[in-house]
């Protein structure tokens, strides 16, 4: 770390967030809700093995403070309030979290209910089928990082090393999240396989990578503090796959997780907030009135009051670096 970042981490961040100074990122902008995502939360740090669960000491901390600091909604509370243009005069969260880790349930909910905070889970359709070792694509590959680190691996005619594919100079997510869905799936499988991946994970953490089941889902869907929506099905980037595949992909999600939860299911988080315009207007005829992407792809978002932004928060920094860049993010991201 660059002694510039550390003592900014260390030293300065701390002293802002003591004297409450970062509220001042915040409050010059007229943009009152910022909707705030989140992967999945875990007892132990796992930032050295992925960067999507933040621990759970963090997670409380920053649950105190959203609490202590902002009016806390549900995404569709924002979505309505949007759309009226009544969104106050204080400013204000939305809580959600992507993909169904299983520690959703069993490490963020609980938290979530202790200090009773509105959430959104945005589930991708396969899990409502989860027999128990299914996987996330993205979690294949952290295996793949984590076992043959520092080693070139061949994958079908691909020359694989940390997680870079070096005769074609791109890295191995990249290329896979633009890849047709068939070829994507084709590559998972043979590394699946090539690594014994299923037994391999019994040496790792299964709060890091066990996704829900339809049980635990159905569970999850319960609480009075959550609500369901779609991550879509395969967690394909549907802005860079063929339109018939992103349209089933959009439906199968739907169907899947209403079947399971027994409620509508009109909400997506596009994965890895990948979108156009085409993909939007196949969501909406698929049902889902509400949409969230990271950061706008189309011009004419700003005014698409179908769609919304978000702003994640990172498992790699620290608090007071966190709820900075959070109250900066008001003025790019919130609405």
């Known amino acids: 770390m660059k002694i510039t970042k550390k003592i900014a981490r260390e030293i300065i961040f701390p002293m802002i967030t003591l004297t409450g100074s970062e509220k001042l990122l915040s409050f010059f902008t007229k943009n009152s809700i ?61 809580i959600s979290f992507d993909d169904g880790y299983l520690n959703n349930l069993t490490v963020a909910l609980p938290l979530i209910e202790k200090y009773e905070i509105p959430a959104t889970f945005f589930i991708s359709g396969f899990v409502a089928e989860n027999k128990g070792n299914d996987l996330l694509y993205a979690d294949v590959l952290d295996v793949l990082r984590f076992l043959k680190k520092n080693e070139t691996i061949r994958i079908d005619d691909l020359d694989i090393e940390n997680g870079f594919i070096k005769n074609l100079g791109i890295s191995l997510l990249d290329y896979l999240k633009s890849a047709h869905p068939e070829k994507r799936d084709h590559l998972i499988r043979t590394i699946t396989e090539q690594l014994d991946v299923i037994n391999q994970l019994k040496n790792i953490d299964s709060q890091i990578w066990q996704l829900l089941d339809s049980k635990s889902l159905v569970k999850l869907s319960q609480s009075r503090f959550v609500e369901i929506g779609s991550h879509g099905h395969n967690h394909y980037n549907l802005g860079m796959i063929p339109e018939e595949f992103a349209k089933k992909e959009l439906i199968m999600s739907k169907n899947a997780l209403e079947q399971i939860i027994q409620k509508d299911v009109d909400m997506i988080a596009y994965p890895d907030g990948c979108y156009n315009t085409r993909v939007k207007e196949l969501a909406d005829q698929a049902g889902y009135t509400m949409q969230l992407a990271v950061e706008y792809k189309s011009v004419d978002d700003m005014s698409d009051y179908r769609v919304l932004p978000r702003h994640g928060i990172s498992s790699t920094t620290t608090f007071d670096s966190n709820m900075i860049f959070l109250h900066r993010a008001f003025k790019h991201t919130g609405f």
């Open 34 to 94: 910022l909707n705030v995502m989140y992967h999945g939360v875990v007892n132990k740090d796992s930032s050295g093995y992925t960067a999507r669960h933040i621990d759970a000491k963090q997670f409380e901390k920053q649950l105190k403070y959203y609490r202590s600091n902002f009016e806390l909604i549900s995404v569709s509370e924002a979505f309505e309030r949007h759309r009226s243009g009544g969104n106050g005069n204080r400013k204000t969260l939305t």
